[in-house]
Structure formats: C-alpha cells, structure tokens
C-alpha cells in the first residue's frame, strides 16, 4: 500500500481510511516515552509516563482546526454581545461543576491535582465551547471519528508528537495537554482515551508552526468498507453510564437558577450543543450511611421508564434556559458540592 501524492497541507493522501491507519501505524506506531514536568501544586519537578503521539480524526478536509471557543468568536452569525455571554455561561458552569464534584480531583480519581484545568476538559467532551482541542492517545478511536464522514469524501488523520507540549500542570509558550482517560467516572472519555490540547497562542493545529514542531495531517477518501469496519465502535460515544455526562446539563439548570434565563439566542446555542441528557434527581444511601440527592445515570433514567428522545430533550433544554419562555424553569436543583459516586454501582433508592 503506497500514499498517493501530497493534497493541499496534508502530508499523504491515501485510497482509504484503512490504508491511512495502516501506514499510520506502522510509521507512528504509539509508545510510552518519559517527559519531565513541574507540579504546579507543589513546584516540584517530576517524570511522567506520556504517550508518544496523540491522534485526531476529521471526517472532512476542514480548512481549520480551532478550539470551540474560538470558533465561537469568529462565529459572524452572532452579536458580540450574545458571544460574551455564552463564554460567561460556561465559565460559570465550570466553577459549578468543580464544585458539584467536591473541589478535589480524588473525586473524580484522577492523578494530578489541578481540577478546574480537568474539569473544562469534561465540559469539552459534552459540548460546551472550550479552549481545548479533542485529541486522544488510540488511534482506533481517531480513525472512528474519522469514518463518520459520507462515502467518497476527503477527510484527515492527525499525528502530533506529545513532547511538542508539556503534560499536566506544566506549559511551554506552545501549550499544554491533559488527560481525561485516566478519571473512570468520566466513562466517555475514559473509553476514548481523551487528551485534550490547550494552544495558547497560535490557535489552529493546521497552521505551519505545529508542522513544524512535527505535527502531521494525511488525508485519505472516505470507502464504504471504512465505515463499516473503523466506525462500529458505539460505545465510544455511549453515555449511558456516565454521570458527568448528565452533571453538565446540569450546571447550566443550577446557573440559569442563580442568574436568570439566558437570551434567546444563547439558549438556542448552548441546547444544540450540549449533549441533550436526562436530568432525573433521587434519593441515594451514601457510604456513611447518610442519604444523599443524586443526578440518576440514564442506564437508571431508562430502567425507570423516564428516558425521551433526545431531540426532545434538546428542545426541553432550550426552553428552560432561554427568556423567551419565562414560565419554563429547570426543577430540581441539586445541593452544592454534593457527593458523586458510580451510580451503575448504587441501588435505586426511591
């Protein structure tokens, strides 16, 4: 199998997705290497075990690669007014959902201690506009974001040395990486073993400079054999056991509670966005043997016969947060800094 000539940026072009992973493999196969970083909590300087590559599907040939947020900020679609508020939105909806996870990160049993730098992480993962970039570190999770594309469409596989930025706590000029795979309770992102790239000043993975430092693009024409044999992995995009999944919905209820309903036009915005879960408050005996108020998963929402289609969700969404239905609120509000356990694992206790 032999790449045909150079497309635009991308370095290769390929006959198929298939034959894009395979070369890809065998030419960026993935390893562990050393990087050493500073713990910001402490300042002491430490070895972490990093992979050597991180890998990025695109299901078409998109002329940019920018962060959510920034998209945001290019969006001309939108007033700068409506902007601001959407980024004040899921500013706020980030200290409630560190707060709504204990403000610890052995909360959420993940090593390194910075957890407003995890949690905007998670929120990237359902939806919200971030600083952040979707990477991860499993190439057979790139090539299944990269299959869902049409038939006959040019689409990009990324490669990118890790080392080109620091991990965790420590940053270079370039940026730095964190990684989600590492916190079980994040089920999504622990299934897709998730990085997440923060550029902090040229913000386009596509531009020259990350190429470089060793970035590659190749692009490859989307078959029907690609699809069915790369993007059968469903349980990557499964949230049914995913408590966070449902808490980030539900930050945006509890800021609408506090702040009033947000413009129309944000509301529209955030509710397409945003993974549309259930909300479903119940009681729950904690360890302590304590009763606690819980966000039910949506493997328990559905075995309670209260799941509606998503698009109904979406909508419900809408309506609570925007001030066009000022008679529609978000209910149940749930205690701040309420206690998040793996709730598959917990009987119901209604």
């Not at 049914?240 to 944000?266: F, R």
Request: net charge neutral; hydrophobic share 35%.
């Amino acid at each position: 199998m032999k790449p045909t000539r150079e497309f635009g940026k991308a370095r290769r072009s390929f006959a198929s997705l298939m034959d894009c992973v395979e070369w890809v493999n065998e030419h960026h196969a993935q390893a562990t290497i050393f990087r050493s970083v500073i713990d910001k909590a402490t300042s002491a300087r430490k070895r972490d075990r990093i992979p050597k590559y991180l890998y990025r599907g695109e299901r078409f040939r998109y002329p940019d690669t920018l962060p959510g947020v920034e998209r945001l900020r290019r969006d001309e679609a939108l007033s700068e007014e409506v902007k601001a508020e959407i980024e004040r939105t899921v500013l706020a909806c980030n200290d409630y959902f560190v707060e709504r996870l204990g403000g610890s990160y052995k909360s959420m049993g993940m090593k390194y201690q910075n957890i407003g730098f995890n949690t905007v992480g998670f929120l990237q993962h359902y939806g919200f506009p971030t600083e952040y970039i979707d990477f991860t570190s499993d190439m057979t999770v790139a090539a299944f974001f990269a299959s869902k594309g049409c038939i006959g469409s040019k689409g990009l596989i990324c490669v990118t040395p890790s080392d080109i930025l620091t991990i965790y706590q420590g940053q270079t000029s370039l940026g730095a990486i964190v990684d989600l795979g590492d916190a079980e309770i994040g089920k999504r992102a622990h299934r897709q073993s998730a990085y997440e790239v923060l550029l902090n000043n040229e913000k386009d993975m596509k531009a020259d400079l990350y190429r470089t430092l060793g970035a590659r693009w190749y692009e490859f024409l989307l078959t029907d054999k690609d699809m069915k044999v790369l993007g059968s992995r469903s349980d990557l995009l499964d949230t049914s056991d995913d408590i966070l999944a449902t808490q980030a919905c539900g930050v945006v209820h509890e800021y609408v509670i506090d702040h009033g309903k947000l413009s129309d036009v944000a509301a529209r915005w955030l509710a397409d966005r945003i993974e549309p879960l259930e909300a479903v408050v119940r009681p729950v005996r904690l360890e302590d043997g304590k009763t606690g108020c819980l966000l039910a998963s949506q493997s328990e929402v559905e075995e309670a016969g209260l799941a509606r289609p998503k698009e109904e969700i979406r909508e419900h969404l809408y309506r609570v947060w925007s001030s066009k239905y000022p008679d529609e609120v978000p209910q149940g509000r749930i205690p701040p800094g309420m206690k998040v356990v793996n709730l598959v694992s917990v009987r119901r206790n209604y």
